[in-house]
C-alpha cells in the first residue's frame, strides 16, 4: 500500500507531558485465565504521541472529540517545510501559495529525537492563526508535542486557533516525509466526553 505512517508507535517507551499520565499497555485478562482469548488493556494521557486536540483540552466550555466532524483528519493535506525556527509566525507563510489548501502541516524539525520529550520547541503565534484563518485552513498538523510553548500556561496559539476555527494534530513522525500534497487520514476514536484522541495518522502522496 501506498499509505505512510506519520504516528508514534505506542508501547510502553512512548514519551508524556511531564507529570501526565505514562503509557501503559498490559494484558488485563490472559488466555490462561480466560480459556479463550487475551483481553488487553491500556492507560494513556490522550496528549500521548500523535493525537489530535478537543476545544475542552484548553476551553471548558470547547467541543469534546465526539463534537468534532471526522472529515477534518481525512482528505488532502499540504506539507510545508520550515524548520530552525524559534517561533512560527504568519510571515513564515509569505513564500507559500496555500490557495486552496484546506489542511496544513508543518514539518518543523523541532522535535528530532521522539525518544526523549522536548524541553523547548518552537511555538506557534496568534498572527499564524489568523492567516490560517484567513486562508479557510481548517486543520494544522506539526511534528511538535504542542503548538505553544512547552511552559505556556495562556496556551496563546490554541485558543487563536481556535478563534479561527482552526483544529489541531500533534505528535506527528515527519521525517521520511518530503514537502507536497497528500491525501490525510487521522480520524480520532469517539471518545464521547474526550478532551483530545490518539490518531494513526497516514499520508498518502498525491504529487
Ligand atoms: N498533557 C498536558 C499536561 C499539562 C499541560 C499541558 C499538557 C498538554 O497536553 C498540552 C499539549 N499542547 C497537548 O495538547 O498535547
Ligand atoms: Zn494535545
Ligand atoms: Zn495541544
Given at each position: 500500500?501506498?499509505?505512510?505512517d506519520?504516528?508514534?508507535?505506542?508501547?510502553?517507551?512512548?514519551?508524556?507531558?511531564?507529570?501526565?499520565?505514562?503509557?501503559?499497555y498490559?494484558?488485563?485478562?490472559?488466555?490462561?485465565?480466560?480459556?479463550s482469548v487475551?483481553?488487553?488493556?491500556?492507560?494513556?494521557s490522550l496528549?500521548?504521541?500523535?493525537?489530535i486536540d478537543?476545544p475542552?483540552h484548553?476551553?471548558?466550555?470547547?467541543?469534546?472529540?465526539?463534537?468534532?466532524?471526522p472529515?477534518?483528519y481525512?482528505g488532502?493535506?499540504?506539507?510545508?517545510?520550515l524548520?530552525?525556527r524559534?517561533?512560527?509566525e504568519?510571515?513564515?507563510?509569505?513564500g507559500f501559495?496555500l490557495t486552496g489548501?484546506?489542511?496544513?502541516?508543518?514539518?518543523?524539525d523541532?522535535?528530532?529525537?521522539?525518544?526523549?520529550?522536548?524541553s523547548?520547541?518552537p511555538?506557534?503565534?496568534?498572527?499564524?492563526?489568523?492567516?490560517?484563518?484567513d486562508?479557510?485552513?481548517y486543520?494544522?498538523g506539526?511534528d511538535l508535542?504542542?503548538?505553544?510553548?512547552?511552559?505556556?500556561k495562556?496556551?496563546?496559539?490554541?485558543?487563536?486557533l481556535?478563534?479561527?476555527?482552526?483544529?489541531?494534530?500533534?505528535?506527528?513522525?515527519?521525517d521520511?516525509?518530503a514537502?507536497?500534497?497528500?491525501?490525510?487520514?487521522?480520524?480520532?476514536?469517539?471518545?464521547?466526553k474526550?478532551?483530545?484522541?490518539?490518531?494513526r495518522a497516514?499520508?498518502?502522496?498525491?504529487?
Open positions: 500500500m501506498t499509505w505512510i506519520v504516528s508514534q508507535p505506542l508501547d510502553d517507551s512512548i514519551t508524556t507531558w511531564p507529570g501526565d499520565t505514562a503509557f501503559r498490559e494484558i488485563a485478562w490472559p488466555m490462561a485465565d480466560s480459556g487475551n483481553v488487553g488493556k491500556v492507560t494513556m496528549h500521548s504521541g500523535t493525537h478537543a475542552f484548553f476551553d471548558d466550555a470547547g467541543q469534546r472529540v465526539i463534537d468534532l466532524d472529515g477534518l481525512i488532502p493535506a499540504r506539507v510545508i517545510h524548520p530552525g524559534e517561533r512560527i504568519a510571515t513564515d507563510l509569505d501559495d489548501v484546506e489542511r496544513l502541516i508543518l514539518k518543523t523541532g522535535w528530532p529525537n521522539k525518544q526523549e520529550f522536548p523547548h520547541i511555538e506557534l503565534t496568534p498572527s499564524l492563526a489568523d492567516r490560517l484563518g486562508l479557510g485552513i486543520l494544522i506539526l508535542p504542542s503548538v505553544d510553548a512547552i511552559d505556556s495562556e496556551m496563546a496559539a490554541h485558543h487563536a481556535a478563534r479561527n476555527g482552526v483544529h489541531i494534530l500533534e505528535g506527528l513522525v515527519l521520511h516525509i514537502p507536497g500534497d497528500y491525501e490525510l487520514n487521522a480520524v480520532p476514536l469517539p471518545i464521547v474526550g478532551d483530545g484522541s490518539p490518531v497516514l499520508l498518502r502522496s498525491l504529487d
